[in-house]
T-cell receptor, first 112, second 114 residues
């Protein structure tokens, strides 16, 4: 059962514009949400996270929004840069559970 | 600072062969885990460990064994490889006491079973 879903396999945006990556989850026990970025032939690297007591967390060009009632989160990248081209994974876990569940990923391409 | 080191980077096995994927971390992390990445499926948790001597099953544990005799090492064993185990395998570690603590991943092992 896919508890974390990223329904867009790919996204293409122009350099300088906003990239919005979406993620939905089904397990209401999830309290913590993280985004990871992955380049080819490398492991995923942590990008930004948010706990369920917040609805927004910002770190430089990256902002994550959480809508608990809709079980939806999104990652905004503004402005997008060609170096942001990668696969982005959404992940979620419950408070007392080390089992982190990942979505299938969205491949972002930022065109110069 | 090596972080999480996985060996080998690539491996080809015949059906029925066994092998061990190695994972070592030098960050003194209590938590270690193994994921497999398949197209359209994202990363799926195979097994994890919250400390030396403690292991538990994740989402897709069948066909895999693990042990955690030291804090640093967390090997993944395939006892009898099957074509369905063709995948990219990632080892990860973190501080287990921080629920927002991110996982630190190795660079992966690409395994092909023929």
């Amino acid at each position: 059962d896919q508890q974390v879903k990223q329904n867009s396999p790919s996204l293409s945006v122009q350099e300088g514009r906003i990239s919005i990556l979406n993620c939905d989850y089904t397990n209401s026990m999830f309290d913590y949400f993280l985004w990871y970025k992955k380049y080819p032939a490398e492991g995923p690297t942590f990008l930004i996270s948010i706990s369920s007591i917040k609805d927004k967390n910002e770190d430089g060009r990256f902002t994550v929004f959480l809508n608990k009632s809709a079980k939806h989160l999104s990652l905004h990248i503004v402005p997008s840069q060609p170096g942001d081209s990668a696969v982005y994974f959404c992940a979620a876990r419950a408070y007392n559970n080390n089992d982190m569940r990942f979505g299938a990923g969205t491949r972002l391409t930022v065109k110069p | 600072n090596a972080g999480v080191t996985q060996t080998p980077k690539f491996q080809v096995l015949k059906t029925g062969q066994s092998m061990t994927l190695q994972c070592a971390q030098d960050m003194n992390h209590e938590y270690m885990s193994w994921y497999r990445q398949d197209p359209g499926m994202g990363l799926r948790l195979i097994h994890y460990s919250v400390g030396a001597g403690i292991t538990d099953q994740g989402e897709v544990p069948n066909g895999y064994n693990v042990s955690r005799s030291t804090t640093e090492d967390f090997p993944l064993r395939l006892l009898s490889a099957a074509p369905s185990q063709t995948s990219v395998y990632f080892c990860a570690s973190s501080y287990s006491r921080d629920p927002l603590g991110p996982l630190h991943f190795g660079n992966g092992t690409r395994l092909t079973v023929t």
